[in-house]
Structures are given as structure tokens and as C-alpha cells.
């Protein structure tokens, strides 16, 4: 059972444009979420986080929504830059239980088109 | 500030050989973890340490699988024996503590053949 979900595989944008990157969780204890980028040949790399309290986080480029009533996030890349292609994975974590033990989802792979 | 160090980058072996992972977390880092990462998916954690005691290993196949944590800095991820299902990427990440941001190394991929 995937607890983090992200339905979209890959998302090509043109360079300059806005990328949408979304992520769905099921378990109600998740209270702190984040996005993690990686480039091939690479570990991941922790880009933005946002915690239960907020719905709304944001650095530079890159804002993070939390609609936790639909148990859904999102990533916006504005402007994208042919350097965001990547992919992006969504993570979640319950550190209300003592741990920050994360749950990744799949990934979505992000092509930006110069 | 250097990263997490993992070696080697990349190996290849036959099922049921024996195979050893590497990790030097970065400095100062109590926590340290083991994903595994197969083709298509996100990183599945292994197993978490805080500095040299298990803290979680619910999802480490432990009839094949083992790790270890001396001292409290470098830990050492173990294979044996190796089947194919355990081709994939093998992550280290570390981070000052539970409940802070995780930082990855560059992973060991694993090809079973």
C-alpha cells in the first residue's frame, strides 16, 4: 500500500513557464512533508520542506502547498530553468512518532525545455 | 563541508555471492541511514542508526541482510547471499539527528546477475 503517491511519472514545461509537481499521502499522521531532487548518478537532495502547522512554504523559486484536508501537496517551480530537469520525489513523515523516518513516492521526472 | 562518502559506486555480482556497502556520514551526524532504491521507485528505508545503536530495522531482510554501525561513525551495509530482486541502489544518508533533514550520499548500484 503506497502511503505517498505521486500519479505523474513525468512533466515536460517550457523553460520559463511554471512547473506544478503534485503528491498525494493517505496516512492522516504525516505532519511534516518534503521534496527531494535528483539528478542521475546522484543521491538525492533535500530542496524544500513544510510542516502540518503551515500550508504554504516557500524559497526563492520554489513554493510548497499543503491542503491537508485532501491530503495533497504540491511543488511550484517558477520560472523553471532547463537546470530544475530532474526528478523530483515527495516525502513524508510522522515526527510526532519520535523518528523522521520518510516515506518517498515514486518520483516525477521533470524535463524543462529550453 | 564534505558530503556523505559511499563506496563502492557501482558493483556487479552473481546471485549468491556476498556483497559489502560502505558509508562515512558526514561529520558530526548521529543519525545515519540505509535506503534501498529499485529501478522506478522511491528509496525504501533499511535501516536507521543513532549513533551506534539500531534505532529501526523493521524492513531489513535480515536472513540476508546485515548492518552495522561501529563506533558510531562508518557503517558497513552487508549482502549475503545476493539474489537478483536485490538489484538496485543502495543510499546512505545521515543527519544531526532524528528529527532533522537527511542528507544523501551519491549510492553503491547493485547488479545481481
Known amino acids: 500500500d503506497q502511503q505517498v503517491k505521486q500519479n505523474s511519472p513525468s512533466l515536460s514545461v517550457q523553460e520559463g513557464r511554471i512547473s506544478i509537481l503534485n503528491c498525494d499521502y493517505t496516512?492522516?499522521?504525516?505532519?511534516?512533508f518534503l521534496w527531494y531532487k535528483k539528478y542521475p548518478a546522484e543521491g538525492p537532495t533535500f530542496l524544500i520542506s513544510i510542516s502540518s502547522i503551515k500550508d504554504k512554504n516557500e524559497d526563492g523559486r520554489f513554493t510548497v502547498f499543503l491542503n491537508k484536508s485532501a491530503k495533497h501537496l504540491s511543488l511550484h517551480i517558477v520560472p523553471s530553468q532547463p537546470g530544475d530537469s530532474a526528478v523530483y520525489f515527495c516525502a513524508a513523515s510522522g515526527s510526532g512518532a519520535g523518528s523522521y523516518q520518510l516515506t518517498f513516492g515514486k518520483g516525477t521526472k521533470l524535463s524543462v525545455i529550453p | 563541508e564534505a558530503g556523505v562518502a559511499q563506496s563502492p559506486r557501482y558493483k556487479i555480482i552473481e546471485k549468491r555471492q556476498s556483497v559489502a556497502f560502505w558509508c562515512n556520514p558526514i561529520?558530526?551526524?548521529?543519525?545515519l541511514y540505509w535506503y534501498q532504491q529499485i529501478l522506478g521507485q522511491g528509496p525504501k528505508l533499511l535501516i536507521q542508526?543513532?549513533?551506534?545503536?539500531?534505532?529501526?530495522d523493521s524492513q531489513l531482510p535480515k536472513d540476508r541482510f546485515s548492518a552495522e554501525r561501529l563506533k558510531g561513525v562508518d557503517s558497513t551495509l552487508k549482502i549475503q547471499p545476493a539474489k537478483l530482486e536485490d538489484s538496485a541502489v543502495y543510499l546512505c544518508?545521515?543527519?544531526?539527528?532524528?528529527?532533522?533533514?537527511?542528507?544523501f550520499g551519491p549510492g553503491t548500484r547493485l547488479l545481481v546477475l
Open positions: 561529520s558530526g551526524h548521529a543519525t
Open positions: 496516512n492522516s499522521m504525516f505532519d511534516y
Open positions: 542508526f543513532q549513533n551506534n545503536g539500531v534505532v529501526d
Open positions: 544518508a545521515s543527519s544531526q539527528g532524528t528529527l532533522e533533514t537527511q542528507y
